[in-house]
């Protein structure tokens, strides 16, 4: 699921983009927020995915508001002055809607959340055990089971699957996947998460993983691992 947060000062257009949220089956509403100042209190102690955000407010301004957080979620503006779209996506936002609007344009707006982060959660009545990766301008489907292991490589992954030679590549990071994956995934090195249900050997600074991968163990996830083997070790 995709955390959002929206913020509006007019009750009415809150209560509209709320709504809007609740029909997206991707979208999860962590708050709803009547200035910037309430969200920025929310952002302190909680942390989303994207914010959905009106310009024109009053003490702080939407534009203002998102250029003062350090580490700022996507944004998409929401705003009755077409003057503000040009200002809005300086400051990288995903989206820029123009009040009013409906939920058809809403929807796009989602959906370029969702590509931007790559990793999407699974619609109503689907299987939770998919995600789907944007990769050379495809989004694909992937079973999670058959993920083999992920390596790191700069700002892309390299998501290895069973029965494909060549690795699946997605502009992500290591964190936002490791949050997604499972709890049968371990990151056992700072550029490696194994599927524990791949391993066939371990030893004191290597884990092999079937067709006779072997892949490094770092020093800070030993412990983790060896824990994990303890679990499932029989013997003296």
């Keep these: 699921m995709i955390r959002c947060i929206a913020i509006d000062d007019e009750p009415l257009a809150l209560q509209q983009l709320v709504a809007y949220?609740?029909?997206?089956?991707?979208?999860?509403?962590?708050?709803?927020?009547?200035?910037?100042?309430?969200?920025?209190?929310?952002?302190?102690?909680?942390s989303v995915d994207a914010i959905f955000c009106d310009i024109n407010m009053p003490d702080l301004n939407g534009m203002d508001f998102v250029e003062s957080l350090?580490?700022?979620?996507?944004?998409?503006?929401?705003?009755?002055?077409?003057?503000?779209?040009v200002e809005g996506f300086n400051v990288n936002a995903v989206d820029y809607l123009l009040k009013p609007f409906g939920l058809q344009k809403f929807q796009r707006a989602a959906n370029r959340l969702r590509e931007r982060l790559s990793v999407t959660a699974p619609v109503a009545g689907e299987d939770d055990s998919v995600i789907f990766l944007k990769t050379d301008h495809r989004v694909v489907k992937v079973s999670i089971p058959d993920i083999r292991y992920v390596e790191a490589m700069s700002e892309y992954l390299k998501v290895w699957i069973d029965g494909q030679p060549?690795?699946?590549?997605?502009?992500?990071?290591?964190?936002?996947?490791?949050?997604?994956?499972?709890?049968y995934f371990m990151r056992i090195h700072r550029s490696y998460i194994?599927?524990?249900?791949?391993?066939?050997?371990?030893?004191?600074?290597?884990?092999?993983?079937?067709?006779?991968?072997?892949?490094?163990?770092?020093?800070?996830?030993?412990?983790?691992?060896q824990a994990y083997v303890d679990t499932k070790f029989l013997g003296k």
Aim: include cysteine; aromatic fraction near 6%; hydrophobic fraction near 40%.
């Design 194 to 225: 194994i599927n524990l249900n791949k391993i066939q050997e371990v030893n004191k600074n290597r884990v092999t993983l079937d067709l006779n991968t072997e892949l490094p163990i770092g020093d800070l996830y030993k412990d983790n691992l």
């Design 21 to 46: 949220i609740r029909q997206v089956p991707f979208l999860e509403l962590a708050a709803q927020c009547q200035s910037a100042l309430e969200a920025r209190d929310f952002l302190e102690q909680n």
């Design 70 to 85: 350090t580490a700022p979620p996507l944004v998409v503006f929401t705003t009755a002055y077409s003057e503000y779209a």
């Design 166 to 183: 060549k690795p699946v590549i997605t502009l992500l990071s290591m964190k936002k996947m490791e949050e997604r994956l499972p709890d």
